[in-house]
């Protein structure tokens, strides 16, 4: 009975993500959530407190699991900007992301998760700056990942702009290397 449930449960957030991406956040319907998930309407309240609180946990979930994979290692700048080429704007992940962060605007609760993911990564990404001797680690890590926010933004409202940030970027850190 529990993986049933549970199945239940990852088809419903699965399909939050499918409908954040398709319709926007705030379209998306408990009748229409369940209709995809392929269950009653009933059966998202009895798994998730509200539809809030199902796509928040799904949004978040899948931002946590594109932020899990970008890891800093000999170059930071093409180790965190290279990935980024797979993103187009316009696809389901970046649609996701610009989704979320838009209803965080009216929504505290998701700005204070979406500011824990931004926060951790930054974090992680400071302290690998700091073991690199690059001076003001936490102050570079805070622009590069504003960067990276930006870039995924700006690709949304003109994909045709591939502007190439790394020359910048690696000056910003080498340069900044005791």
């Known amino acids: 009975m529990a993986a049933r449930g549970r199945d239940v449960r990852q088809r419903l957030i699965t399909a939050a993500i499918e409908l954040i ?7 998306v319907s408990t009748r229409m959530l369940a209709e ?3 269950v009653a309407s009933g059966v998202v309240h009895y798994h998730f407190a509200s539809l809030r609180a199902l796509l928040t946990e799904a949004a978040i979930g899948a931002i946590r699991a594109a932020v899990a994979g970008i890891e800093p290692r000999q170059d930071v700048i093409a180790d965190l900007f290279d990935p980024l080429d797979a993103y187009s704007g316009g696809d389901p992940t970046s649609l996701l992301f610009i989704e979320t962060y838009l ?4 929504d505290e609760e998701l700005r204070s998760a979406i500011s824990a993911l931004v926060t951790e990564f930054q974090q992680r990404l400071a302290e690998w700056l700091a073991d690199q001797a690059v001076v003001a680690p936490q102050e570079t890590a805070a622009v590069i990942v504003a960067a990276i926010d930006g870039l995924m933004l700006h690709r949304a409202l003109n994909p045709a702009a591939r502007t190439d940030l790394r020359p910048v970027l690696r000056r910003l850190v080498e340069g900044g290397a005791r």
């Open 21 to 27: 991406v398709e319709k926007g956040w705030s379209a």
């Open 36 to 38: 995809r998930a392929g």
């Open 103 to 106: 209803a965080a605007t009216r």
